[in-house]
């Protein structure tokens, strides 16, 4: 796929995420950053392919467009933006399974307790 076209899906799906509403073309263009600003006919060309391909769909004729689930798959495999975490997110990570997990043990040790009864 085309970078243009990777741009313009990651915004859909990001802004619908957020949203919930159907993509338009001038609503798009005001999102897009500077650097990949498109006019209107564009975007709209761009998201028309991007329906043909499967990624996008059309609600209905005056709605803008909405991700499908390959649009999503795309999205998750391709276009999110990775997210490292950092060492104290970690710690705190694995603080609470440590805490979960000894719950858990706990549970399991008094369900045998009464099963044992």
């Known amino acids: ?4 076209k990777k741009i313009i899906l990651r ?8 949203d ?3 993509i338009g073309s001038k609503f798009l263009s005001s999102k897009l950053d500077e650097a990949a600003q498109l006019s209107s006919a564009t975007l ?5 392919s991007l329906e043909s ?8 004729t005056s709605a803008g467009r909405v991700p499908t689930a390959k649009g999503y798959r795309m999205y998750v495999d391709e276009l999110m933006a ?4 950092t060492l104290s997110e970690m710690e705190a990570i694995n603080r609470a399974m440590k805490i979960k997990m000894k719950a858990l043990d706990e549970v399991l ?4 307790r009464l099963v044992a009864q």
């Open 11 to 18: 915004a859909i799906v990001e802004n619908y995420i957020t």
């Open 109 to 112: 040790a008094e369900a045998g």
């Open 53 to 60: 391909l499967g990624y996008l769909e059309h609600p209905h």
């Open 20 to 22: 919930a509403e159907p």
């Open 1 to 4: 796929m085309e970078h243009r």
């Open 82 to 85: 990775q997210h490292r975490l």
């Open 44 to 48: 709209r060309n761009e998201m028309a």
